[in-house]
């Protein structure tokens, strides 16, 4: 297979992000290595404490500073559940550009209402995400929009590796890194500056057990679309495989798991206790991961990515009220 895409792309998007972010904080938490346990010391990639709350400001900025003036002046348009979008929001806001997000009906009300907050005019129509990438290709054959995908655009993806650059570079030595799974943005980002800095780099995905399409076409081969999707972790919520990345995904990780909403949930937990961050649930995934690898990772560097904050009030207070 062809590698979706290159180590210099990722370059290029850290130098087109650069004046519109700066690097997140690479913590660890002793309480936190206790709890995981096995004597695995976590490294953790605090993507919550960018603006928008989540890594998708990278995969928006990315995109657009590559786009030409006259794209950027007709406009964009995306499908999303609310990060990405947001992500585009934000560098919409910050290139002149207007941003239109399509969203499923029920949506999370605010990552919605962030999306407008930041200037997007957003369109609630269809029952998920894949629906709303229907509505989002109806607007770009209308208006002439361009389509910023989520994951199908190299662009986006090159923004996701960012991170893993920021990671390899504040730690060479790391020996694996446990990543949640939508798409796959993140995932293959950090394999492909894993394959240039760091070969032995171990990478795994983690993705939500109900809506687990990518992780069981990983293991027995053949691609299924789901019916529906039933996690609260909504940035992981997709029915199918991506064509861009699932090539990718299919033969560089070193593993795939599912992390139950309840393992995702105790995962936000213990992020709360131990390093007093609030994360959503996608963004505890990673940990959630970790902790079903516990033990082929004992003994290890690893690091996982709190890939997102944005929780909305209502499923906080399951969480913490331990209904999840
Ligand atoms: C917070 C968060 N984490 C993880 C993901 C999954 O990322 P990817 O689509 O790159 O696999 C998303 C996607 O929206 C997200 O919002």
């Known amino acids: 297979m062809s590698w979706p895409i290159g180590f210099s792309d990722v370059t290029g998007a850290a130098e087109r992000i650069r004046p519109y972010l700066s690097p997140s904080p690479l913590r660890s938490y002793p309480t936190l290595d206790d709890a995981v346990g096995a004597g695995i010391r976590v490294l953790v990639k605090h993507e919550n404490f960018l603006p928008t709350g989540a890594f998708k400001v990278r995969n928006g900025l990315s995109a657009l500073t590559a786009l030409p003036a006259d794209a950027l002046a007709r406009g964009v348009v995306a499908a999303s559940t609310g990060n990405h979008g947001q992500g585009l929001a934000y ?5 002149g550009a207007a941003v239109t997000i399509c969203v499923p009906v029920g949506n999370n009300p605010e990552k919605n209402a962030a999306m407008r907050a930041l200037g997007a005019a957003v369109v609630e129509e269809g029952r998920d995400y894949d629906e709303a990438t229907e509505v989002a290709a109806r607007l770009v054959r209308e208006r002439g929009f ?86 609260f972790a909504e940035g992981l919520a997709t ?8 090539p990718a995904l299919r033969a560089g990780l070193a593993g795939f798991v599912t992390a139950t909403d309840a393992e995702i949930a105790d995962a936000m937990r213990l992020l709360l206790r131990t390093t007093h961050t609030l994360v959503e649930g996608a963004g505890a995934a990673g940990l959630a991961g970790l902790l079903k690898l516990r033990d082929t990772l004992a003994g290890q560097q690893v690091g996982i990515v709190l890939s997102g904050a944005n929780i909305d009030e209502a499923n906080l207070r399951r969480v913490m009220s331990r209904e999840i």
């Open 239 to 246: 029915r199918s495989v991506y064509e861009l990345t699932f």
């Open 91 to 95: 560098a919409g806001s910050r290139l």
């Open 146 to 231: 361009t389509l910023v995908h989520s994951t199908n655009s190299p662009t986006v993806v090159a923004g996701a590796g960012t991170l893993a650059l920021e990671v390899l570079q504040a730690h060479p030595g790391l020996d694996a890194m446990v990543i949640a799974l939508g798409g796959g943005s993140q995932a293959v980002g950090a394999m492909t500056v894993a394959r240039e800095l760091a070969p032995r780099l171990r990478v795994f995905a983690v993705q939500a057990a109900g809506a687990a399409a990518t992780h069981d076409a990983w293991h027995s081969g053949v691609v299924r679309t789901l019916a529906k999707v039933d996690t």
